[in-house]
T-cell receptor
């Protein structure tokens, strides 16, 4: 089952903040976040692991609530370059640790 | 350094024809993945190669799809007897060691089946 992302789309003005959520119905081992600009390859943002370890960019923060099987990506003081589609990919506990199941994405548009 | 490259970037084919899509991973990366991305959808896992281990083919949608990885480097995804529902962007990714690791994606091949 795919994780569910919300919102599906969000429009911001430069400098505003946004939160993108990713929820799973299955227990999670890790959550991976990627950003994809139109016509380009997805680019890695962050990995959050069960137990609290994080790997990722300094300017992007995220949380992983293991009990709720949710992750949230926090984009603060948004810039025009933040525009794109954000995908979360989940690795399920007890499953193959390389197999990512991606959500449908959240389209973020940042306007001047 | 060079990233993941894929060829062709676009492929238009007729229903029933076979197609081959190529992926060159980042040098030294042992893990290679293929995904399919349909319009408005997330990335759908197709197949995973790790070193010399048997690939995980659990995501291949039908027996018309196959993939191989020669010499632990270049990979080819083959779709036989293409159908219109195969139209999508096929993305390849590699990672240094597989597992819970950053995946580096290529630009994809846009396949259109007429």
């Amino acid at each position: 089952q795919q994780p569910v992302q919300s919102p599906q789309a969000v429009i911001l003005r430069e400098g505003e903040d946004a939160v993108i959520n990713c929820s799973s119905s299955k227990a999670l081992y890790s959550v991976h976040w990627y950003r994809q600009k139109h016509g380009e390859a997805p680019v890695f943002l962050m990995i959050l692991l069960k137990g609290g370890e994080q790997k990722g960019h300094e300017k992007i923060s995220a949380s992983f609530n293991e009990k709720k099987q949710q992750s949230s990506l926090y984009l603060t003081a948004s810039q025009l370059s933040y525009s794109g589609t954000y995908f979360c990919g989940t690795v399920y506990s007890g499953g193959s640790n390389y197999k990512l199941t991606f959500g449908k994405g959240t389209l973020l548009t940042v306007n001047p | 350094g060079a990233g993941v490259s894929q060829s062709p970037s676009n492929k238009v084919t007729e229903k029933g024809k076979d197609v081959e899509l190529r992926c060159d991973p980042i040098s030294g990366h042992t893990a290679l993945y293929w995904y399919r991305q349909s319009l408005g959808q997330g990335l759908e896992f197709l197949i995973y190669f790790q070193g010399n281990s048997a690939p995980d083919k659990s995501g291949l949608p039908s027996d018309r799809f196959s993939a191989e990885r020669t010499g632990g480097s270049v990979s080819t995804l083959t779709i036989q007897r293409t159908q219109q529902e195969d139209s999508a962007v096929y993305l390849c990714a590699s990672s240094p060691s597989g597992g819970v690791d950053t995946q580096y994606f290529g630009p994809g091949t846009r396949l259109t089946v007429l």
